[in-house]
Every structure is written in structure tokens, then in C-alpha cells.
């Protein structure tokens, strides 16, 4: 064949692969399809619970074995026993009202990489196997709740954390599993299969604007943030507007002390930046948030007439690296504590989330990614993720043989948006992707010895 049809063919392979893909996300955008054009499918709910399903009966249309463990993470294999297996996978959980790609981009893709390697099969000495996580995003005050539990490193407590007016250990319950696997930090994947994994894949979307202003078609990731993320509440006295003098003599003035905490802290953020630090720092909510104010009512005792008695925020920041994240937040935990006691306000402050990064993944992975993409003709640039995604979990697995070695590939998603109803990625860059992947799972089943 001369390279000019060997490139219609492949153009071709790809424009089908992307008309399935989009076809795909149409299904899906049904399953948890909100009024406003959001997508709300949380963790054990029975929106999830038919995501995944959909997959299930897609893959076994074409010759995948599917198998739910006890926890409901689904896994779905090439066909064939094989005592060893690379793996790829993603999740089809969202957060309330975001969007229909964010984890959905990566089991789509990975699907149609299985579709195209299921011919094949029989010649793979080791297994490839698609995997769906449970609940990978912030909900029931926990992330990567399916991808933990699968390896045993679930935090226990998260049974009683309540969405929606349900604990997770119910939620879990009325989709049809077993929630004592994360009582138990008992793994819900069987330590043969664990040790079975010879690498993990997992496309997503970019969560930001890089690789579509520098027009590429995919990104290889470099390393994957964690986040240290923190409740303060600022307790200082309510008083009269007009008849309380100004100062600090007078005054504990909750609001103003957030406000001086915000700048001082975004001032310190700042001077780490300069010195070559990578990290983010976020406040994403001030005085309203209805589960907050739950547990902190006399903070709807603020109004326009009085010094505000009581204030709250959260702060978020992410890095792939816990040592920095530790160090830095001890620093601005005592940035608020002082700020706090010069303007008279009682600071207490809660850590609420705290999940590991990952500061570098697999170098073998990252080339063969690379080298499929540019073999394949898709341009693309290495990137950092500043966004957690359950490969984390999977390279941070403990296990007698080893750290399971870890590769991600992004897709551009338009103007960067994520975690919203105008959250989208274009089904031929999610196409290429599929296609890169095929490339290196099949590239990682071969590399496989005694498979
Ligand atoms: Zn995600």
C-alpha cells in the first residue's frame, strides 16, 4: 500500500472510532442530564450505576468480559487468561451539575482502544482490561473513593459522610455492594489481580487551556497534584455598625480579618511562585455554603447593620508534591492564625481534604506515549496535571511486587472549561487519544514476559 492510502485508512479508522465516540457521548449526556444542560451523576447513585452499565453492555456487545467487584468498580477484559494485564481506565462520576466529559473522555477512549484491539487478543501475551472507577470526585467529602478502595487504601470514615441526605455507606448499599471493604481497608480488588498489573493508562480531559492554544492534540502528563484543603472559621464579636467605634480596640471583626487573612495569604502564595514553586492556591468559598452554614449558623447572624461576629472560608491548595504542600500550608496556617489574633478573631481551622499527588509518573510510559503520538502524527507536548485523577491511587498502590507503573494522556477540552454544563472535548482529539492508547497497551501486553 503506498503512505497515501495508508494514511486514508487511517484516517478513515479514526473518523469511525470519532463517530462512535460522539455517538457515545450523546448516551451518555442522557444518563444524569440536568434541565440547565449540566450532568449530575454522583457516586452510587442509580445515574452512575447506568453510566456504567451503558459501558458494560457496549463492551460486551463486542467480545469484553465484564465483572463488577464487590465495591462496584467495573472491569472489563479482552478475552482470553492471562496471568499478567496492563490496564486502563477512568471514571463516569461527575461532580453536581459539571459536565459530561470530565472521567467519561477516558472510559469512552478507552473502550474504543479495546474495540480496536480485540482482533488481536489472542496474539497478547498479557490481558488488557478496562476499568470504570466508582466516585472518583469531591463528593461525600472524599475523592478517588472506587480507585481507593480497590487497592485497600480507603480512609474508613467516609462511610458516614452524607450527600444528598444519604451516608455513602447506604449509597453504596442501594446500588448493590459491599461498603465493608472500605470499613475494612480491605482491597475489593483480589491481591492476585493487583499484582497481576503491569501498568496503568488513563486519558482525560486537560481541565485547562494549554494544549488547545498551542493547538496540540494531546498532552503527556508529567506529574499529577495532590491537595491539602482547609475549613477556616473566624469567630469574632457581632456589634452595632454605628454605635461600635473603628479599630481593633473596639471591633473583632470577622469579615475584615478574612479579608487581610486573603490578601497576606495570596501575597505569600505569591513570593513561593516567584521563587519556582508550582502549586495553586484557591478560596473558593466565602460565607455560603449551605453545608457549612449548617454546622456554623451564627454566620447568617451578619448583616448590614452590625461588625460581623462570624466568617468562613475554604482554602485549597494543590501540588504534586506533599513535602512542599505540608511545609507551605504550615506556613499559611500561621499567616492566619496571626493575622486572626491581630484583628481580635478566634481562628480554627480544619483540615478537610488531603489527597497524595504524584511528582513524577512513569518514565518508560511517558516515551511510549510520546513516540505513539508523534508515529501516529499527533502533535502533542508534555504537561503537568494540576488536577487529581485516580492514577494517583493506582502509583501510589502498595503491593508486594512494586509500584504499578503509571501513564496519562490529556485531550484539549474547549476554552479549558471543566466541572460545568459547557464542559466539552472534541470526539476526534478524544478518537487520537483512543488510538495512541491502543498503541501502548498493546506495546506494554507484548513487553510482558511469561504472560
Ligand atoms: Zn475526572
Excluded at 496471568?83 to 459536565?99: A, E
Excluded at 496519562?408 to 476526534?428: N, Q, T, W, Y
Aim: charged share 25%; proline share 3%; hydrophobic share 35%.
Amino acid at each position: 500500500m503506498n503512505p497515501s492510502r495508508i494514511q486514508d485508512r487511517i484516517s478513515n479508522e479514526i473518523l469511525s472510532t470519532a463517530d462512535r465516540i460522539e455517538n457515545h457521548f450523546g448516551r451518555l449526556a442522557g444518563i444524569g442530564g440536568q434541565p440547565d444542560g449540566s450532568i449530575s451523576r454522583i457516586a452510587w447513585t442509580d445515574e452512575e450505576s447506568a453510566a456504567i452499565a451503558y459501558v458494560r453492555s457496549e463492551g460486551e456487545s463486542f467480545g469484553l468480559e465484564g465483572r463488577y467487584d464487590p465495591i462496584g468498580n467495573l472491569v472489563m477484559s479482552l478475552p482470553g487468561m492471562h496471568r499478567q494485564r496492563v490496564l486502563v481506565g477512568s471514571h463516569l462520576d461527575s461532580v453536581p451539575h459539571g459536565g459530561n466529559y470530565d472521567g467519561a473522555a477516558g472510559v469512552v477512549a478507552g473502550l474504543e482502544a479495546l474495540r480496536m484491539l480485540v482482533d488481536q487478543a489472542e496474539e497478547l501475551p498479557a490481558g488488557v482490561d478496562l476499568v470504570v472507577w466508582r466516585g472518583e470526585e469531591h463528593t461525600y467529602n472524599a475523592v478517588y473513593k472506587g480507585s481507593s478502595a480497590a487497592f485497600g487504601c480507603s480512609e474508613t470514615h467516609i462511610l458516614h459522610n452524607v450527600y444528598g441526605g444519604v451516608s455513602l455507606r447506604d449509597a453504596i448499599v442501594q446500588q448493590g455492594f459491599d461498603p465493608s471493604y472500605i470499613d475494612e481497608c480491605r482491597p475489593s480488588f483480589d491481591d492476585v489481580y493487583i499484582e497481576s498489573i503491569r501498568g496503568y493508562l488513563e486519558l482525560h480531559i486537560e481541565q485547562g487551556v494549554r494544549l488547545e492554544r498551542e493547538r496540540h492534540d494531546l498532552g503527556i502528563v508529567t506529574s499529577i497534584a495532590g491537595d491539602r484543603r482547609f475549613l477556616v472559621v473566624l469567630e469574632g464579636r457581632f456589634d452595632h455598625s454605628g454605635a461600635t467605634p473603628m479599630g481593633t480596640t473596639y471591633r473583632n471583626d470577622s469579615n475584615l480579618a478574612l479579608a487581610h487573612i486573603l490578601t497576606r495569604i495570596d501575597a505569600l502564595a505569591e513570593s513561593r511562585r516567584r521563587g519556582g514553586e508550582e502549586f495553586t492556591q484557591t478560596v473558593g468559598i466565602i460565607n455560603a455554603d449551605p453545608e457549612i452554614d449548617r454546622k456554623f449558623p451564627s454566620v447568617h447572624g451578619n448583616s448590614v447593620t452590625k461588625v460581623s461576629g462570624m466568617a468562613y472560608f475554604t482554602l485549597d491548595i494543590m501540588s504534586s508534591s506533599d513535602e512542599f504542600m505540608d511545609a507551605y500550608a504550615a506556613e499559611v496556617l500561621r499567616e492566619i492564625w496571626r493575622t486572626a489574633k491581630e484583628f481580635g478573631v478566634k481562628a480554627s481551622i480544619e483540615q478537610t481534604d488531603g489527597a497524595p499527588g504524584l511528582g513524577s509518573l512513569d518514565a518508560d510510559i511517558r516515551a511510549k506515549l510520546g513516540d505513539a503520538a508523534d508515529r501516529l502524527g499527533y502533535s502533542n507536548a508534555e504537561l503537568t496535571s494540576g488536577a487529581g485523577h485516580d492514577a494517583v491511587v493506582v502509583g501510589l498502590a502498595e503491593r508486594s511486587n512494586g509500584r504499578i507503573p503509571v501513564g496519562m494522556l490529556f485531550v484539549p477540552c474547549r476554552k479549558g472549561i471543566s466541572h460545568a454544563r459547557e464542559e466539552h472535548a472534541e470526539p476526534d482529539h478524544i478518537a487520537k487519544g483512543a488510538d495512541v492508547l491502543r498503541d501502548v497497551l498493546s506495546s506494554l501486553a507484548r513487553s510482558v514476559e511469561g504472560g
